[in-house]
């Protein structure tokens, strides 16, 4: 049975780059958008045109280069915005406009002085007006997450008959529970009137770490588009990770669920985008941490040299790892030491191993990590010459 497509919008260029200090120049952007297509992510958002002329600069530019997916634009719901977005998108080939408003009492109370009748109103408006230049235009409602689900389902029906073509249902301060999200999802595609002429797209920030979950959980539930990011960066805690999502996806066949993404990319893509960013990758980040595929305790490490698939749920060379490494240290077993001084040229007898390993465990004793390089010294220590072994 064929799987049904998620779509991947990819907002490393967008909500990743509100990181502070993590700015990019136009040079950097168009880099990383031209690795986002190769990569295989359906939509690019590229910008928010209106907020800086080197941003309406930089959607403009990456619209003329991205040649496979769609590139889209940000803007809140306001005409001026809507009218340079259109103008910075005018060379891409499959464009699309971004528009929205906050739907949660506090957004309507504390930002706009408003009352829901009137965001209503404000949301059709925006919609009809981005109409009027392109035909992809997605709705964002923003903080969705605390919208009570029975005004969100009315905004949705009202700007999917204004013609949104996707509805972005962000939880905006990462506060939902995956359950929740997932029922909110559940609810709309129950609920929404016309729902089967738009695409349901979650947009998850990271703050109580439950981006990825929450993400999940809406594809469980009907939404077919995630908006994510290389590393998860992105405002506060993060957004939704690219590389988690589109493992999961993968790695769980009973999900049904799959995406056009060439998942041996990710890990150059993830190196690519933190050193442009300056932001670097914490080693225990999953799929594409430095740690993600290294195994450093004695009784893993005997596991996964026997066979890789008792500690590692994904192939590493199915993410464009080379392949698992095995650390050495205080902790590390037999198998491991005699697995790398294989490695560097001494294969070891039984005998051999023995002494070798307890002049190892000193060793390891007075060092955090173990290298290469200092194997040969410990086989030095244990008499072991490195010319008996060729
Ligand atoms: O988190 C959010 O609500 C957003 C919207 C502007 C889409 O980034
Ligand atoms: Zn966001």
Known sequence: MSKDKVQ????????????????????????????????????????????????????AEISDLVKNASVCGLTRAVKKDIEVAAEALKTAKKPRIHTGIG????????????????IIERAISAVSYAKTFVEDVEFYAEDAGRTDNEFLA????????????????????????PEEYGAKIKYLKENVKGIHKATLSCHCHNDLGLATANSIAGVINGARQIEC?????????????????????RQHPSLNLDTNINSKLL????????????????????????????????????????????????????????ESSIV???????????????????????VQLDHAYQEFLKFADLHKEITDEDIPKIMEAANLDLASFS
């Open 103 to 118: 739907t949660s009492d506090s957004h309507i109370k504390y930002k706009f002085n408003s009352t829901r009748e009137e």
């Open 154 to 177: 009315r905004v949705c029906e009202a700007v999917v008959k204004a013609g949104a073509t996707v509805l972005n249902i962000p939880d905006t301060t990462g506060y939902c529970l």
């Open 229 to 249: 990011t290389i590393n998860g960066i992105g405002e506060r805690a993060g957004n939704t990770s690219l590389e988690e999502v589109v493992m999961i996806m």
């Open 8 to 59: 991947i919008f990819d907002t490393t260029l967008r909500d990743g780059e509100q990181v502070p200090g993590c700015k990019l120049d136009a040079e950097q952007k168009l880099v990383i958008a031209e690795r986002l297509d190769e990569l295989g992510v359906d939509i690019i958002e590229a910008g928010f045109p209106i907020s800086s002329p080197g941003d309406f600069k930089s959607v």
């Open 328 to 350: 050495l240290t205080a902790r590390s077993g037999r198998a491991a030491l005699a697995y790398r001084a294989k490695i560097v040229g001494y294969e070891l007898t039984k």
């Open 267 to 322: 890990y150059d893509t993830s190196r690519m985008v933190s050193e442009k960013m300056g932001m670097i990758v914490q080693p225990n980040k999953a799929i594409v941490g430095a740690n993600a595929f290294a195994h450093s305790s004695g009784i893993h490490q005997d596991g996964v040299i026997k066979n890789r698939e008792t500690y590692e749920i994904i192939d590493p060379a199915d993410v464009g790892v080379n």
